[in-house]
């Protein structure tokens, strides 16, 4: 199976991206759909397809109950997944070699499926961090949600680039 393909080959390594809240800003779904559109030629690198999937935010009284909640739902989506990373400010930061070569060895060892998954604004709740099989942290600094799955979606992007070893990444 080529690049330009579109049947899914069942050795790739589908990718899913569950985000809870709604991207509210145009500018931030244009950048999310840009790199969910590239990464459709990931298929060579044998990843694809990749998704995104949005949740609302939970309407609970207190963030333990929010946090709770919505750690339900997402466990719910990825009850087929192989490997969870789970987005979190304590989570291990990690350069763009080393988080393709993560992801590439992920594949390597029969990944199916893995998906990342971005909390509401209460953050994870802990059934959620303890199904990890990585807690991921896009940087010290805090960004907005939106910001922050645009990053995610680049980053992924990136990551197949790396591994196709495209001139897109010469950093």
Avoid: C, N
């Avoid at 087929?80 to 060895?105: M, N, P």
């Amino acid at each position: 199976m080529g690049p330009g393909d579109k049947h899914r080959d069942d050795r790739d390594m589908r990718i899913s991206i569950i985000g809870v809240g709604r991207l509210k800003d145009d500018a931030e779904r244009v950048l999310v759909d840009r790199y969910l559109e590239r990464l459709k030629g990931a298929r060579g690198v044998g990843i694809g397809p990749v998704s995104e999937k949005e949740l609302p935010e939970a309407r609970q009284s207190t963030a333990v109950e929010r946090q709770s909640f919505e750690a339900q739902r997402l466990m719910k989506l990825t009850e087929g997944a192989d490997s969870l990373v789970v987005l979190d400010e304590q989570g291990k930061s990690l350069t763009s070699h080393a988080f393709a070569k993560w992801i590439g060895s992920e594949r390597d060892r029969g990944v199916k499926h893995m998906a990342f998954l971005l909390g509401g604004p209460d953050g994870h709740g802990a059934d959620v961090l303890a199904a990890a099989s990585l807690r991921l942290s896009l940087g010290s600094m805090t960004l907005p949600h939106g910001l922050a799955r645009a990053v995610l979606a680049e980053q992924i992007y990136r990551a197949t680039t790396i591994l196709a070893g495209h001139p897109y990444h010469r950093g």
